[in-house]
T-cell receptor
């Protein structure tokens, strides 16, 4: 069965430090996409970064990078130089190639950035 | 506005009443999705629209839930005879429906439903 696991319910990081949020996934489909979304207290889901299963390089988007280890089925999000505005819930999600584009989400990790 | 909009932002209803939640997708996005987020949980897929048709309704939890989309744009999610376990945030998303793995879904702010 397809599944996303985020094992860290909550994380703390000092402002300006880097933090890694863990995500592992389970699928037998060789073609899939992995997404990270940020959900601030306002509730809206904000797209951060995407990694395709066939992508040769790890995705990067500004301060966000994805540590993609295909053999381990992990897709950890790395946030560099944390800012107070990074405090939010972070969700990892997967989309399979054969489906109708629906996303399968993990339970999320709440990140708190301390000054 | 350029983003996905949803209304109402908050809805309080009594058990047994019907509710309608509305989603207005990004202009030009032919794909529309409804998700549900219970307190402290991740998002749970409900239904997917391509144009006005719904090829994937697999996430609807019971026959009390239904959704429609007209004119390939606005969608309405209806919950009949609401139960307390229906209390959640209902999120709508839209995308270009390029059927590419990279295709990104853009979410609205959600409707917070509380069933008393």
């Amino acid at each position: 069965a397809q599944k996303i696991t985020q094992t860290q319910p909550g994380m703390f990081v000092q402002e300006k430090e880097a933090v890694t949020l863990d995500c592992t996934y389970d699928t037998s489909d060789p073609s899939y996409g992995l997404f990270w979304y940020k959900q601030p207290s306002s509730g809206e889901m904000i797209f951060l970064i995407y990694q395709g299963s066939y992508d040769q390089q790890n995705a990067t988007e500004g301060r966000y990078s994805l540590n993609f280890q295909k053999a381990r089925k992990s897709a950890n999000l790395v946030i560099s130089a944390s800012q107070l505005g990074d405090s939010a819930m972070y969700f990892c999600a997967m989309r399979l190639s054969g489906g109708y584009n629906k996303l399968i989400f993990g339970a999320g990790t709440r990140l708190a950035v301390h000054p | 506005g350029a983003g996905v909009s949803q209304s109402p932002s908050n809805k309080v209803t009594e058990k047994g009443k019907d509710v309608e939640l509305r989603c207005d997708p990004i202009s030009g996005h032919t794909a529309l999705y409804w998700y549900r987020q219970s307190l402290g949980q991740g998002l749970e897929f409900l239904i997917y629209f391509q144009g006005n048709s719904a090829p994937d309704k697999s996430g609807l939890p019971s026959d009390r839930f239904s959704a429609e989309r007209t004119g390939g744009s606005v969608s309405t999610l209806t919950i009949q005879r609401t139960q307390q376990e229906d209390s959640a945030v209902y999120l709508c998303a839209s995308s270009l429906a390029l059927r590419a793995r990279r295709e990104t879904q853009y979410f609205g702010p959600g409707t917070r439903l509380l069933v008393l």
